[in-house]
């Protein structure tokens, strides 16, 4: 029991008129106790709906095909939508990318928060009160007290995804995904809330699988990372092994992509291609077509994760020969 | 320190939000007329018993001796075939016409709004089955529709405003069916499942506060067309019955003396007119005032 949450052979389809986009094509991953995951990705590759899945949210049309979720032993897929209710908020909670969108325009930061608190706890109005300033305090918006009272469009954008943040954490869950909280603010405030959620996480003990398209900001913060391709997990690992020794050529080739501050300016790498229609996946290796190393064996079967190093995973051919493979990195 | 003066901070933004509401009335002269019209109503809907010169009037006096008298200085408004003062009347009529008007509405966008917000929260069958029903109800003409209502529940006031209820709710089920719909797909709706809130709550503190706007305007719009079916349920026999001084009643009452006795018809009839204009203009007016997109 070290991870405590635990994704298995994940599928997800979402039926259109077009046809059965398969989103996630059997994703593995596991998010160890106080640890903090990255996942990192091209938009469209699966990451959101991998976490909403984990809440079972899945926006219509979408359907979770196969695989298994499960939180401290208890498997999410086969709990009825009431037993999932009393999940959501207070032991898998999320924050979401925007926080101007997330917050009801209409009601005062007070209310919102105080619905959240008394919907998984029985708490009297007078308790939930204090509770919400004590919330806010930690999260560290200034004047707690009046804030309370505010309507979301008073208040900045950083202090509002604190808010949002504080309606995340107020149930002490143990789970916290973070849908790329911080795309939708300014580079310094960037700074601050990714410090703030780093703060809260040592110190409520939370695991977090933080979703970004910004590998800085996986570097800056967390432990392990994972990076998805097409619905699949390519390289998992500790973030300096796979920052500095990715393995996986989709890896490899992201990482170049990413411009550095330097002299000699060096033309970006960029990997050829789009990313594939995912209602006709590619056979085998999702990323045989735009891979520079492809083999034979990448159009015929799919590649398993195998460790290459300590806890570094990869799903690639190209090292599946002399490693064993790995179910559950 | 730093409580009160941002206390102050709140009460000045408020004070500078109503005083543009203010300004963008001031700014539309029609919806202040409309605006005076609902005070001048409602002043004489509360006051009616006390203000109206002959209170005895309203109802059941009759004074053979002064019967069909023409408008002068002791009867501003004439006096009916039963020797009533009419002005009093008419006052009185301004009670029964906005209880009318406002129950009406209140039960028809209650009923609305919630079966609005199921069908498009709930979407699928559900949406299906109450559109459809939405749609039975908007195919036949409203005051036919609750002609026949009334009359089948019996003529009289109370009838008319259940049958002028069940008229009107779809127009408001569908208005919020549409907000809901598009309401349903914005983040904070998203967040507010994803944090485990029950359904319920999500469409009676997400949902319905966000749809409050186009409501009112309908609603205000509509206060002043209930008053007008009301009186035209009235005129056709199926609403208030004599000798309620309802405006409606008295214009079909007074129809028989048309045109020798003029004032016996005409006065209760202006009267539908300014309580039914008052209402339209201010509706229209708080669409604008309301349009976010005007404000700033």
Same mark, same amino acid.
């Given at each position: 029991m070290e991870n405590i949450l635990d994704i298995e052979d994940l599928h997800v389809h979402f039926h259109t008129y077009e046809g059965t986009v398969h989103a996630l094509g059997g994703v593995n991953l596991g998010l160890r106790r106080r640890e903090m995951l990255g996942l990192v990705g091209e938009t469209g590759c699966g990451k959101s709906v991998c976490a909403l899945s984990v809440l079972r949210c899945i926006p219509e049309p979408g359907r979770i095909a196969r695989g298994r979720i499960s939180l401290d032993g208890e498997n999410l897929l086969e709990k009825t939508e009431e037993e999932m209710r009393a999940v959501r908020g207070s032991k898998v909670s999320m924050i979401f990318q925007d926080p101007t969108s997330s917050l009801n325009p209409v009601l005062t930061v007070g209310e919102q928060l105080l619905d959240v608190i008394t919907t998984h706890q029985p708490l009297s109005a007078k308790e939930a009160r204090e509770n919400a300033v004590e919330i806010l305090r930690t999260v560290m918006l200034p004047d707690p007290e009046p804030a309370l009272k505010k309507y979301p469009h008073q208040l900045s954008r950083g202090m509002r995804q604190r808010v949002m943040i504080a309606m995340a954490l107020s149930c002490k869950p143990s789970v916290l995904i973070a849908d790329e909280p911080t795309t939708a603010l300014d580079v310094t405030v960037q700074a601050q809330i990714l410090h703030l959620i780093k703060d809260l996480q040592a110190k409520t003990e939370t695991s977090i699988l933080l979703i970004t398209h910004d590998v800085g900001v996986v570097a800056e913060t967390c432990d392990r990372v994972a990076v998805m391709y097409a619905g699949k997990i390519v390289e998992i690992g500790d973030v300096i092994s796979v920052l500095e020794r990715p393995k996986h050529p989709y890896t490899v080739g992201l990482l170049d992509s990413i411009p550095k501050v330097q002299k000699e300016k060096p033309p970006l790498g960029l990997i050829k291609g789009t990313l594939p229609n995912l209602i006709d996946p590619p056979s085998g290796c999702r990323f045989h077509p735009r891979c520079a190393q492809v083999m034979d064996v990448c159009r015929a079967k799919e590649p398993e994760l195998v460790e290459v190093g300590r806890g570094h995973c990869t799903a690639c051919f190209l090292y599946s020969h002399r490693n064993s493979s790995v179910k559950n990195p | 320190? *730093?409580?009160?003066? #941002? =206390? +102050?901070?709140?009460? /000045? #933004? /408020?004070?500078? /939000?109503?005083?543009? *509401? =203010?300004?963008?009335?001031?700014? #539309?002269?029609? *919806?202040?007329?409309?605006? +005076?019209?609902?005070?001048? #109503?409602?002043? =004489?809907? +509360? *006051?009616?018993p006390y203000v109206a010169p002959y209170p005895t009037d309203i109802e059941f006096g009759v004074h053979l001796e002064r019967r069909l008298e023409a408008p002068s200085l002791t009867h501003p408004f004439g006096t009916d075939d039963l020797g009533r003062d009419i002005l009093s009347r008419v006052l009185y009529g301004f009670r029964i016409s906005l209880t009318v008007g406002l129950v009406v509405v209140a039960i028809a966008a209650t009923i609305g709004v919630f079966l609005g917000a199921m069908a498009g929260y709930a979407g699928g069958v559900v949406d299906e089955a109450i559109m459809r029903i939405t749609d039975i109800f908007l195919s036949v003409p409203s005051l036919v529709l609750a002609l026949a209502i009334a009359a089948s529940l019996g003529p009289s006031l109370t009838n008319a405003m259940i049958a002028i209820s069940l008229v009107w709710w779809p127009w408001y089920a569908r208005l919020v069916r549409g907000q809901t719909l598009s309401l349903r797909e914005l983040d904070f709706v998203e967040a507010a499942r994803s944090i485990g809130v029950s359904t319920y709550k999500i469409l009676l503190r997400h949902i319905i506060p966000n749809c409050i706007a186009p409501i009112i305007v309908q609603g205000s719009l509509d206060v002043g067309y209930a008053i007008l079916t009301a009186a035209s349920l009235g005129f056709l026999g199926v609403g208030a019955q004599p000798p309620a001084a309802e405006w409606g009643l008295m214009v079909s009452y007074g129809r028989l003396f048309f045109p020798s006795w003029w004032w016996v018809a005409t006065f209760p009839g202006l009267a539908i007119f300014i309580g039914v204009l008052g209402f339209n203009l201010l509706g229209d007016g708080l669409r604008d005032i309301l349009d976010p997109r005007l404000r700033r």
């Open positions: - | 320190m *730093t409580e009160p003066r #941002s =206390f +102050i901070h709140i009460h /000045e #933004s /408020e004070l500078r /939000e109503l005083r543009y *509401t =203010f300004y963008l009335v001031r700014k #539309s002269p029609l *919806t202040l007329v409309g605006l +005076i019209l609902l005070v001048f #109503s409602l002043f =004489f809907a +509360i *006051t009616a």
